[in-house]
């Protein structure tokens, strides 16, 4: 069974920056496409960015577009995502995800346990 493992969360302050790490194991991490999610208190899970396993695509939710920056690295299998400029409102527990596409269906295949965020001063 595959296994996501998410670290560099932690507290920053507003404006800061922090950049936290999804580790892969078990499985062919660059035959996935990889997404980072986040969760707000009482809040629904929010598509942050995604990377995909070929063609070096990526994605961003217009909420974080041109502060967050998704990479990812085969050779170490892992994925990262920077964070610049950072809001209170990005508070969350981030949360790493494998998937595949079937045609036009998405996958969720893998999840990361997750990691908390927290911006404030």
């Known amino acids: 069974q595959g296994q996501l493992v998410e670290s560099g969360g932690g507290l920053v302050e507003p404006g800061g920056s922090l950049r936290v790490s999804c580790t892969a194991s078990?499985?062919?991490?660059?035959?996935?496409?990889m997404r980072w999610y986040r969760q707000a208190p009482g809040k629904g899970r929010e598509l942050v960015a995604g990377?995909?396993?070929?063609?070096?695509?990526?994605s961003y939710a217009d909420s974080v577009k041109g502060r967050f920056t998704i990479s990812r690295d085969n050779a170490k299998n892992t994925v990262f995502l920077q964070m610049s400029s950072l809001k209170p409102e990005d508070t969350a527990v981030y949360l790493c995800?494998?998937?595949?596409?079937?045609?036009?269906?998405?996958?969720?295949?893998?999840w990361g346990q997750g990691t908390q965020v927290t911006v404030s001063s």
């Open positions: 078990r499985f062919t991490f660059s035959n996935y496409d």
């Open positions: 990377f995909s396993s070929a063609g070096g695509r990526t």
């Open positions: 995800n494998a998937g595949l596409w079937r045609g036009s269906n998405w996958f969720d295949v893998y």
